[in-house]
């Protein structure tokens, strides 16, 4: 650990969390938006389903940890809900199973503190024209529906927030094409901003106290400092702690 301590939002999933910082990714935005306000870490596996997922649960969310999760954002079933092989290998999970493991992901995870959120994250779209080319595996946008749907109810059921990213993603007239990179399955910069925006959303709309939207959380160090930048009529310092104006997307 390195101090001072901050909230800590885990990221929890198959590939879309382990990839989540790569060229522009969703975890990357996250994180900056969140500098010097939350620590925003990943615990991604490429190719796992919510079986696999349950195996390690309390390896990665131990719940004598001395410091549990302000937020989880949780992302499994995309792999899940390819469909089933032959020889009974693969990441197929049936649809009851995948709402029961994500039934018990959602209640282990309220259950580490009174202070955990958690947020679920549905199956994306895909694009099924790139996806027939690049992959073996049975992947359809009806099975992502299927899926994404399900989840969302079991959602309602447990009051856990929850993001249909099926349906978010599609709202963009061109996402087949702009939202995926060349495997149709993985999400492009374009798509990862779509996803960010959904969460950004989901935590300023949440009743939560204390509330974990950027805006409202706590900058680390922000006092004024007479080694700040000198001001152009060299009377005042210029403090830069909430500076934004790099961000290319002015962030709600």
């Given at each position: 650990m390195v101090g001072p301590v901050r909230p800590l939002f885990v990221l929890f999933g198959s590939s879309i969390v382990q990839i989540s910082?790569?060229?522009?990714?969703?975890?990357?935005?996250?994180?900056?938006?969140?500098?010097?306000?939350?620590?925003?870490?990943?615990?991604?596996?490429?190719?796992?389903?919510s079986r696999r997922a349950l195996q390690i649960l309390d390896q990665v969310f131990p719940k004598e940890a001395e410091i549990q999760p302000s937020l989880v954002i949780v992302y499994f079933g995309g792999n899940d809900s390819t469909g089933p092989h032959s020889s009974g290998r693969g990441p197929h999970v049936p649809l009851p199973e995948y709402i029961e493991n994500m039934k018990k992901i959602g209640t282990y995870l309220k259950s580490l503190s009174d202070k955990t959120r958690v947020i679920f994250l549905t199956c994306p779209?895909?694009?099924?024209?790139?996806?027939?080319?690049?992959?073996?595996?049975?992947?359809?946008?009806?099975?992502?529906?299927?899926?994404?749907?399900?989840?969302?109810?079991?959602?309602?059921?447990?009051?856990?927030n929850a993001i249909d990213l099926c349906t978010a993603i599609q709202k963009r007239e061109d996402w087949?094409?702009?939202?995926?990179?060349?495997?149709?399955?993985?999400?492009?910069?374009e798509g990862s901003k779509i996803v960010a925006e959904e969460i950004l959303k989901v935590i300023k709309e949440a009743e939560w106290e204390p509330s974990l939207h950027w805006k409202s959380m706590a900058t680390e160090y922000s006092e004024d400092s007479p080694y700040d930048l000198v001001a152009a009529d060299g009377e005042r310092t210029l403090n830069p702690s909430e500076w934004a104006y790099h961000r290319e997307i002015q962030w709600e």
């Open positions: 910082f790569c060229n522009g990714g969703w975890g990357a935005i996250l994180s900056e938006i969140y500098a010097r306000k939350a620590d925003i870490i990943t615990r991604g596996y490429f190719g796992w389903n779209p895909i694009n099924e024209a790139k996806v027939r080319v690049n992959s073996e595996l049975v992947r359809t946008n009806e099975l992502c529906r299927t899926y994404s749907a399900a989840l969302m109810e079991l959602c309602k059921e447990l009051g856990i087949q094409d702009a939202c995926f990179i060349e495997d149709g399955v993985h999400l492009s910069a």
